[in-house]
């Protein structure tokens, strides 16, 4: 019962903030639509809160989109979500995504890791030569700064921290780029790493400054907070 009303409650927030977006893009043309099958065979007691998962997976779509998509790209857009026991949380090949039981059983409110995963599969990335730092600070700009609600934004300590980490601080690094130096960063970084050219001299051609120069300036700035 307390999961049905937590499903609830993240339906109204989460749901709220994501279905507001539009059948068609800026010139006219519709936009791709996701359809995601699920599969709760292994753990059936799974299969409401893979229902809402799958529920905010097609609404966030278009977001995910806008930052992960490209010219001339076109995206998965049938994509299947399994719940397996198991260890780990979720993983991603390809267009299948793989979630275990025994995590968000215990994390009934983490439906923003199913989006993490879901952007891999938009990312596409192929087997390309990708830092995984990259890879998943790209995903994870993408559901802590644009999915989830700002108050749950990660913080970062200046002291420990390091952009090879990925993630969350990775993830809070490329929102500052954003913010601060190209609004467009994450979209061209995302699309040179699908079409395997990532170099790290991209962060100077987009950012105009070299990764390290840059994450000082960072650092500085969330030390100045």
Not at 23 to 31: E, P
Not at 111 to 132: D, M, N, R, S, T
Not at 186 to 204: M, S
Not at 215 to 224: L, P, Y
């Amino acid at each position: 019962m307390a999961m049905k009303r937590l499903i609830g409650v993240m339906g109204l927030v989460l749901g709220g903030a994501v279905a507001a977006t539009g059948n068609a893009g800026a010139d006219g043309k519709a936009l791709p639509v996701l359809a995601m099958s699920v599969d709760t065979s292994e753990v059936p007691e799974m299969a409401e809160w893979a229902a809402h998962a799958r529920s905010l997976c097609e609404k966030s779509f278009t977001m995910i989109l806008e930052h992960l998509g490209s010219p001339g790209f076109e995206p998965p857009t049938k994509v299947r979500l399994i719940f397996k026991r198991g260890k780990g949380i979720a993983a991603t090949s390809g267009d299948v995504i793989t979630c275990m039981e025994g995590w968000f059983h215990a994390h009934p409110d983490d439906y923003g890791a199913v989006v993490h995963e879901l952007c891999h599969v938009v990312q596409a990335y192929g087997g390309k030569p990708v830092p995984g730092w990259v890879t998943e600070g790209i995903a994870d700009y993408v559901r802590w700064f644009n999915y989830e609600p700002a108050n749950r934004r990660p913080r970062v300590d200046p002291a420990r921290a390091k952009y090879t980490q990925g993630y969350q601080v990775t993830a809070a690094f490329f929102d500052w780029i954003v913010r601060t130096k190209d609004k467009t960063f994450v979209n061209r970084l995302n699309d040179a790493a699908r079409k395997g050219q990532y170099k790290p001299e991209l962060f100077g051609e987009y950012a105009g400054k070299p990764v390290d120069a840059l994450w000082a300036e960072f650092i500085e700035s969330v030390k100045s907070k």
